[in-house]
């Protein structure tokens, strides 16, 4: 079993990440200390004020702005987006629906579109086989 498995802590940006909120918007005791699989599980069951706060309001890491905005966090940066957004910015893009976020828009569907007809071509030949 690799060391990866079996540790019972974890990076205060591993965390972040697992929790979905940006690290250096996290209080400085969050950042500065490392994080049990129980203290994760507690924060994920019953989170605190400051996650409930970063996760409604922001600022969001780029995976979550991206997931929110419907697009790939390529897309994000094509678009010129490449720092954390609040939930008022995304917003607002929404809002403006910019010539570049509509195009990602269009693009991520595509890809959906495509990956899950080769998800349906694969079972099919699964279905032959078997």
Known sequence: MSSHQTAQTM???TAAKKLGVYLPATPASFQEGVVSRAELNELQANPPEWLRE???NGPHPRPVVAARLGVSI?????GGVTEPLTTEQIEDLRREQPEWLEKERTTQAEVR?????LKNLKREKESEQG
């Open 74 to 78: 390529a897309g994000l940066a094509r």
């Open 11 to 13: 990076k205060p940006a």
């Open 113 to 117: 579109k495509e990956g899950a007809r």
């Open 54 to 56: 970063l996760r409604e």
